[in-house]
């Protein structure tokens, strides 16, 4: 085998919605050693974002009320952002309690050059559309909790740079000793993702094949609907051998939801066909473990299972159009996470084009 860059080709990308998104890089040191251990740093930090969040824009008195009944909700950045609920109006969604969040956490660890160490933190957040223009008040969070201090000891650190991640080039955006906070000039699109060209099938003469490696926890969850008695027939967790059918409709949905909700609607000319033509692409090889987890609340003590899929597979396409149509897909996946608990950091992917070559 031999590995290539994903290229994709222009007529297939045009089917995919015009996303916004900013990826940024965030670098802290603290203020006295401190090692928070790589299982539990991604709920150390998901955890006292959102607190930190809501107490800077809460309204006294409101912290132990539900979001969505407070006059404040349709302009509020944590509601907005941490606690969206479909519009009144909305036609997609609108039984839903509440919405993908349009944002990722991506946990220390998670790439090669940003390691754990007790010297500082260094985690990236991907902010997705309208969320974006929150930028200024996921700094002040930031500030406000290297102050107050994170994990068991409450460690204060202190922001050394928050800077984009964009494949034209990065852009600092607010360092430590700054006292105002640039606005990204540059936002990832649709096109800054699918920028280069893909091998066909006329052109390698070989199967398409591409592995994923699931490298945070993947909940994936199918089989939901209602029975020939109108029973509800409750929807069962993936625990190993991951289908592509299934990965592909979770990507879809979420890509559409936070279109929908967050930036410019998806509108693809049939969205059932993209999950018909996943269910062809064959699964060849699997080597996954489920990964045992689960995170406490702060703010109630309940705890909450964020198990799920680690590891890698193989799936095989069956024909050009296939893969042409659905590797993009994928390639947003990368930036978008899928599977439960996504805005957390679980559920991320990267892909790799695996072309069998003759000798």
Known sequence: MTTQLLTLPEP???????IRAVRLVIRTRWRRPNLIPGPVVANVLRGALGITFRKLVCPEGWLDHACHP???????GYGQVFAPTPPDDATQLRLQQDLPRPFVIEP??????????DAGLTFRLMLFGTAIERLPYFISTLDRLGHDGLGRDRVPFRIEQIATCHPAGDEV????????????????TTDDLLSSPIPTLEETGTPLCLRLDFLTPLLLKSGSGIDSHGRRIAATEIRERPPFGVIA???RDR????????GEPWRHPDFASLGTQADRVSLV????????????STRTGDAHEISGLVGHATYEFPDDATFAALSPLLKIG????????????NGAIKMTQLVETKS
């Open 285 to 296: 090889d699997s080597h996954t473990v489920w990964l045992t987890r689960s995170r406490r």
């Open 12 to 18: 297939e990308a045009r089917l995919l919605p015009q």
């Open 249 to 251: 409709r979770r990507l």
């Open 173 to 188: 955006l607010y360092t430590g000793d700054s006292t105002t906070v640039r606005l990204p000039q540059r936002t990832i």
């Open 255 to 262: 890509l559409s939801a936070l279109c929908t909700f967050f």
């Open 334 to 345: 990368e930036l978008l996470h899928v599977g439960k608990h996504a805005p957390w950091g």
């Open 108 to 117: 220390p660890g998670l790439h090669p050059d940003e390691p754990i160490t």
């Open 70 to 76: 407070c006059p404040l909700y349709a302009e509020c």
